[in-house]
């Protein structure tokens, strides 16, 4: 196993030196205020930006901070759940000598968001990866509502551009861990799951709804979840 990852490690500094690198960015969490700034120098520095969704991009980042994009190229990956083909795509760009900036809508990709399986593919495939450090939105959640939060304690699910059944498939492979679990969902799709999660889950589990976190309306709602409707 040593000798293995030396080989790694031995790849990514020869990539390093002939190919782009993969730059995971932590964002913001919904106050642009908090956008880290290495993450924005690196978005303004970018050649080829890979965003969760680019209503969401535009609109917490581009326009806040009036970065112009008209010469930079940008996916949107918020609908590929793929993980592999955007790691296929981040691929082809670095192998051209180009770095690639990554980045989630829910702080840092990876752990609260999608990134794993694409920062992985990457590594293996020898490219040199970096990190930006960023909040993540699972972490100040759990932490602004008091819950559990050690590493066996503490699992992660997105709702995000899922189908109702997709939805029910998500919740129900949790509803059994002894743990806290983020949920992770649109602010106009809260009622509609909290009412799924009471379905799946059952009574006497605590949850908490938290929203708007490190804004000035930042507000959490702790409660029991046979107490859903109330």
Known sequence: IRDRYSVYQLCAII?????????????????PEDLPAKTLEAIKNATHIFCDHFRVFKGEILDF?????SDKYIKETGQIYDELLIA???ISILKDGKDVVFITDSGLPGFADK????????????????IIPGPTIAGLAIAF???????????????????????????????????????????EEV??????????FGPNRWAAVCKNISMPSQDCLLYTSDAADE
């Open 191 to 200: 009622k509609g799951n909290l009412e799924l999660g009471k379905e799946i």
């Open 15 to 31: 990539a390093s030196m002939t190919f782009g690198k993969f730059v995971i960015a932590g964002n913001q969490t919904g106050n």
């Open 88 to 90: 296929e795509d981040a």
């Open 145 to 187: 509502a008091g819950l559990p939060s050690s590493a066996e304690q503490t699992y992660c699910v997105s709702l995000f551009d899922y189908t109702q059944k997709e939805k029910h498939k998500i919740l129900n492979s949790v509803k059994d861990f002894e743990c806290t679990t983020v949920v992770l969902c649109h602010p």
């Open 65 to 69: 901070y009036k970065i112009d994009v």
């Open 115 to 130: 990134g794993m399986r694409v920062t992985h593919k990457i590594y293996l495939e020898g490219f040199d990866v970096q």
